[in-house]
């Protein structure tokens, strides 16, 4: 599980950006959301595979980061990370899991750098993350 703990930080209020939230659990993505707008950025929020496929395919402005859970009812994440890309070559994705990557590597190729944060981390380790994506 995601376990932010408040103190290891304190977010800034210094970022830009629109993010998309990803994770079939609500109480994940609250939390993660709210770190995320605290900081100062825009966040959208789904809480299935199929919601976050449908918001990226109706962006008219793409999201400037995706940040989603890999192990999520509907889709495998290494299938749901297949479909994100095909709707958007340029998504910068960060993926979340306990477990092992190597799933997500096989399905994106080498040729694509991939993401990966693993739970649980800090809300240091989120903001260094997105920022990341963000360059």
Not at 97 to 103: A, H, L, M, R
């Amino acid at each position: 599980p995601v376990t932010l703990d408040p103190t290891s930080v304190a977010p800034r209020v210094d970022h830009a950006g629109r993010v998309l939230v990803v994770d079939d659990e609500a109480v994940i993505v609250e939390m993660l959301s709210d770190v995320l707008r605290t900081s100062g950025f825009e966040v959208e929020t789904a809480t299935n595979a199929h919601d976050a496929l449908s918001r990226v395919a109706q962006r008219l402005i793409p999201f400037d980061v995706i940040l989603t859970d890999v192990n999520m009812p509907e889709l495998s994440g290494a299938l749901f990370a297949q479909r994100l890309v095909e709707l958007d070559p340029d998504a910068n994705v960060i993926f979340m899991s306990g477990v092992n990557d190597d799933e997500l590597r096989a399905v994106l190729g080498e040729a694509r750098p991939l993401r990966f944060l693993a739970k649980p981390f800090s809300i240091a380790q989120l903001l260094a993350f997105v920022d990341d994506a963000l360059r």
